[in-house]
């Protein structure tokens, strides 16, 4: 379960990078789970700033759905999980 749980976390991680418009140097993303919802927060870092509102395109429900299915293994295993926080991703340049 934790190698699909890796899967997950991945495919969370490719959809939000895939959808930052215009580009960036880096980014963190941070997910609470809530139950019956999901708080998210990007902040993406270009040219020195960082910005809390960059533009995105990608679908949030495809996130939730995935973040969904990570609770859930978390729960099979006893795991009190709630979060899911981002190290800083660097682009790849």
Known sequence: M?????ELVT???QLVEAGIVHGYDAFRYRVEWGGNYMEA?????????EIWDAETDFNHSKIYALVEKLH????AR????????????????
Do not use: R, T, Y
């Open 11 to 13: 495919a969370i991680f």
């Open 41 to 49: 927060d990007l902040a993406v870092e270009k040219n020195g700033s």
């Open 2 to 6: 934790i190698a699909e749980d890796f």
């Open 72 to 75: 859930e293994h978390a729960v």
């Open 78 to 93: 006893g795991e009190p999980w709630k979060a899911l926080f981002s190290p800083i991703a660097k682009a790849n340049k």
